[in-house]
C-alpha cells in the first residue's frame, strides 16, 4: 500500500481540474507508444529483415508510428493557444517558463548522448571528433535548431523540440500582432483554417517535415470549438453520442491512414492532412464528452505514461540503442528471425520505460515540474 501510494505521488500531476485533462495525460501516452515503435522498429530490422511478412509489416509499423509527433503538436496547440487567450502574458516571462520546462531534461540527455558518443565511437559516427566541428555541432543542437534549419539532429527526436520551440517563440506574437484577443471567434477560426491550410501546402514546397507545423493549427482550431461552439450543442443527447462515435471511428481512421499512406508519399502531404483532420476529432471526443475515448484515455497506466512522456520522449531511443548494442554482442544480427520482433517488442518497452522512470524522478520533477524547486535559492541548493 505504502509503495503504490509513494508512487502515485510522484506520477499524479497533481493538476486537478475536469477529467479531460486525464485523457489528455492518456492521449501523451500513446503519442509515445507510437514514438515508440518508430524507433523500436528501425532499430531491430537488421535481426529481423526485409524479406518476409514480419519485416514489411515491421517497417510498416514503424514509419506508422512518426504520426505521435503530429498528436503531440495537437496538444501543443490547444494546451499553449488556449493559456495564451484566456490570458494576456509578458512575453519573456512566457519564453522562460516554456524553455524552464524544456531544458533542464533535454540538457541532460545531451550530456548523456555527449559522453556515450566519445567513449563508444562506433554508436555515434556522426559526432565530430575534433573541437572545430564538435563546437558548433553541440551548439546548434544545445539552442535546438535541427528540425527548422537544416542541422543534423545528434538526439534523435530533437528535432520536434525545435517545432515546439519556434511554436511558442511565435504564437505570442500572432495572437498580439493580429488583436486575435479582439476578434470573435468566428472570424479567427476562419483565420486559423486559412493559417493550418497555408502551412500544410506551403510546407511542403520547402521540405517533407515543414507541413507538420500546420497541427499546432489544429489544436488552436480545436480549443477554438471547445469553448465557444460546443457549449451550444453539449445538452443534445444526440450530439453528444455522435460525438462519441466520431471521436472512436477518427482513432481508427488514424492508426489506418498512418499504415496506409506512406510517409514519403508526395512527401507525406495526404498522411500529414489526414491527422490534421482526425487528430483534433479523437481529442474533442476526449475532452467534451464522459464517452468511450475519455475513459479508455483516462485509463491510469496510459494516463501515467503520458505524465512521464516528456522524459520517455528524450531517452527512450537512446535506452533502445544501448539494448541493441548489448544484443549485438550477445546474438549478432542475421536479417532472418521474424520473430524477435514480437519477442523483445514488450522487454524493450519495459526497459524504456525503466529509462524514464528515472529521468523524471531524478532530473524533469524537480527541476521542471516542482515549482518549489524553481526558486533561485532552492535551485542553488539542489546543484550544489
Keep these: 500500500m505504502g509503495g503504490s ?5 510522484q506520477l499524479e500531476l497533481g493538476r486537478g481540474g475536469p477529467s479531460r485533462l486525464a485523457s489528455m495525460e492518456g492521449l ?5 507508444l507510437l514514438v515508440f515503435l518508430v524507433h523500436y522498429s528501425d532499430l531491430i530490422m537488421p535481426w529481423v529483415g526485409v524479406a518476409d511478412v514480419t519485416g514489411s509489416l515491421a517497417r510498416r509499423i514503424g514509419d506508422a508510428g512518426n504520426v505521435g509527433v503530429d498528436l503531440f503538436f495537437v496538444l501543443s496547440g490547444f494546451l499553449i493557444y488556449g493559456n495564451l487567450m484566456d490570458r494576456e502574458q509578458a512575453y519573456r ?3 522562460r517558463r516554456r524553455l524552464r520546462r524544456l531544458y533542464p531534461t533535454f540538457l541532460v540527455v545531451l550530456g548523456a548522448y ?3 558518443a566519445i567513449a563508444i565511437p562506433s554508436a555515434s559516427p556522426e559526432f565530430p ?5 564538435m563546437v558548433p555541432y553541440l551548439g546548434f543542437n544545445a539552442l535546438l535548431l535541427p528540425g527548422i534549419v537544416p542541422v543534423d539532429s545528434f538526439i534523435t527526436v530533437a528535432w520536434s523540440l525545435s517545432y515546439e520551440v519556434f511554436f511558442y517563440l511565435t504564437v505570442p506574437v500572432f495572437i498580439s500582432r493580429l488583436h486575435l484577443r479582439e476578434r470573435d471567434s468566428h472570424r479567427r477560426v476562419r483565420l486559423l483554417r486559412w493559417c493550418a491550410l497555408g502551412t500544410l501546402l506551403l510546407g511542403g514546397l520547402i521540405s517533407g517535415t515543414h507541413p ?6 489544429g489544436g488552436m482550431l480545436l480549443w477554438e470549438w471547445l469553448r465557444f461552439r460546443w ?3 453539449q445538452d443534445d443527447p444526440d450530439r453528444v453520442r455522435s460525438l462519441d462515435r466520431l471521436s472512436s471511428w477518427a482513432l481508427v481512421a488514424a492508426i489506418v ?12 502531404l495526404p498522411r500529414v492532412a489526414a491527422m490534421l483532420v482526425l487528430w483534433p476529432v479523437l481529442c474533442a471526443g476526449c475532452f467534451a464528452v464522459d464517452g468511450r475515448m475519455r475513459r479508455w484515455f483516462s485509463w491510469t497506466p496510459i494516463r501515467y505514461l503520458g505524465n512521464i512522456s516528456y522524459s520517455y520522449y528524450l531517452v527512450h531511443s537512446l535506452v533502445l540503442q544501448g539494448c541493441f548494442l548489448l544484443l549485438e554482442r550477445i546474438w549478432p544480427p542475421g536479417g532472418t528471425a521474424g520473430w524477435a520482433y514480437w519477442a523483445f517488442l514488450l522487454p524493450c518497452f519495459a526497459l524504456t520505460v525503466v529509462g524514464a522512470l528515472g529521468l523524471f524522478l531524478v532530473v524533469e520533477k524537480p527541476f521542471s515540474l516542482d515549482r518549489r524547486s524553481l526558486h533561485p535559492r532552492r535551485l542553488g541548493q539542489r546543484l550544489a
Design 28 to 32: 501523451r501516452g500513446f503519442a509515445v
Design 93 to 95: 516571462p512566457f519564453i
Design 212 to 217: 507538420r507545423l500546420c497541427m499546432f493549427f
Design 129 to 133: 571528433r575534433n573541437p572545430i566541428g
Design 114 to 116: 555527449v559522453v556515450l
Design 5 to 9: 501510494t509513494w508512487w502515485r505521488g
Design 231 to 233: 457549449p451550444q450543442e
Design 257 to 268: 491512414a498512418a499504415v496506409v499512406l506512406s510517409g514519403t508519399f508526395l512527401q507525406g
